[in-house]
């Protein structure tokens, strides 16, 4: 008999790592199963098996609105936010939209993957400056700013994830969101906020969005249902000002199409107005922090002096640092003949070699004792590489 098919490249009886999505335990499953029987046999069968609007399911933007205006304050209305076939879907309408080949997009070093995989496949210029503790290095930023206006180059947006990084964990301080700000108006660029960890947090509130700070203007802010809900949903969310919307809106794909995912988009809609959603983000916050709490644990008890890692507040990853004697190509051939599998730094960067002591670790994938466990293993494997 054949293994069981994994998604993402999980290989059975392994413990991954790497995987940056919710377990199976941590799927709402009942509840979605609960809500789409009762909306195959309500009124709205018949709209969300056809076409739907451009913009998205009118219910769920209503919902979204609603929300972000009670809890972040940020004043929009509908016109500021349409549904996306997923954070990834939006990011890939934006950089079609925004970008011809060869411009110049700036992000993080390190950044996250997927996006650096969008931009080459769009022919993009990836240009990247480094973060610490509270985010982008300003000051490296505005002097890669100079070069490239040096140069004749104008960037077209800055692609960020400002809270709970994928792959370091780290937040954006809110100074720092402020002096990006302030360059982005200087050298006339868009910022992409992709916010797709603002829910899972552990402790208190996280600074104002992108969007909020800039009154709105220029920014463009993804959200996503995927770790919230379910990535399988292919389910997110795109404010941003009325003009640019209105111009996504009006894209033949959208229009063709029929708007995103409109079968989908309608089961989360009501599942949203349910109330049910809430409920079960404080519940997965709960869940996550345990799990952060375990692999923290773990690292503390197991890794040898000369490392460093990220303690997160939230989100799915801690960012370690190996010493300069280890290479994270040889520890990955080790720990993969232990059946751990860890995301290599050289991924998050444009330059792959950058990342050549760095490793992510996911803690929302893998159960606690396995967790526990695979971290364990790997802080004997580094301690014999550093002995
Ligand atoms: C920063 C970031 N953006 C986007 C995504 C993917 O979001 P979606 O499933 O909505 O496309 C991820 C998932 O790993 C992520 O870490």
Same mark, same amino acid.
């Given at each position: ?18 995987? +940056? ?48 205006? %009670? ?63 509270? +985010?982008?290095? =300003? ?41 990006? =700000? ?17 829910? =899972?947090?552990? +402790? ?15 920014? /463009?802010?993804? +959200? ?59 519940? /997965? %916050? ?72 760095? /490793? ?28």
């Amino acid at each position: 008999m054949k293994p069981e098919a994994t998604p993402q490249g999980i290989i059975a009886g392994s413990i991954p790592l790497f995987a +940056g999505h919710p377990s199976r335990d941590l799927l709402p499953i009942d509840e979605l199963r609960r809500i789409m029987s009762a909306g195959w046999a309500g009124r709205r069968v018949g709209r969300f098996l056809n076409y739907g609007d451009e913009q998205g399911d009118s219910q769920l933007i209503d919902f979204l609105v609603e929300r972000f205006n %009670r809890s972040e304050m940020l004043g929009i209305s509908r016109d500021n936010l349409m549904i996306i076939g997923g954070s990834t879907g939006g990011l890939g309408m934006i950089t079609q939209h925004l970008t011809r080949p060869g411009d110049v997009v700036l992000v993080d070093a390190p950044s996250y993957r997927d996006a650096l995989h969008i931009f080459r496949d769009y022919r993009l210029e990836i240009c990247s400056a480094p973060i610490d503790d509270e +985010g982008l290095v =300003i000051s490296d930023l505005a002097r890669k700013l100079r070069q490239l206006a040096a140069a004749g180059k104008a960037p077209r947006f800055y692609y960020v994830a400002p809270n709970f990084q994928n792959p370091s964990g780290i937040t954006m301080s809110r100074e720092r969101r402020l002096a990006v =700000i302030d360059l982005s108006r200087e050298f006339g660029f868009a910022i992409v906020e992709d916010d797709v960890y603002n829910d =899972i947090r552990f +402790g208190g509130a996280l600074p104002p969005s992108f969007y909020h700070l800039a009154g709105g203007e220029h920014v /463009l802010r993804l +959200g996503s249902f995927s770790k919230t809900l379910a990535p399988g949903l292919r389910i997110g969310w795109l404010v941003a000002p009325a003009d640019w919307i209105a111009r996504f809106v009006d894209s033949g794909m959208l229009r063709m199409g029929g708007g995103a995912n409109p079968f989908t988009a309608a089961v989360v809609a009501d599942y949203c107005r349910s109330g049910a959603w809430e409920g079960h983000v404080e519940w /997965l %916050r709960g869940q996550y922090r345990r799990r952060r709490d375990v692999a923290l644990a773990a690292l503390d008890a197991s890794m040898p002096s000369g490392l460093h890692w990220t303690r997160p507040e939230g989100g799915y990853f801690i960012w370690l640092r190996l010493p300069p004697s280890v290479h994270v190509d040889d520890l990955e051939g080790r720990a993969q003949a232990r059946n751990i599998y860890f995301a290599s730094g050289k991924g998050f960067y444009v330059n792959p070699e950058a990342g050549a002591h760095h /490793l992510r670790l996911s803690f929302s994938y893998v159960p606690q004792a396995e967790l526990q466990a695979g971290i364990e293993i790997l802080g004997g494997l580094i301690a014999r590489m550093t002995a």
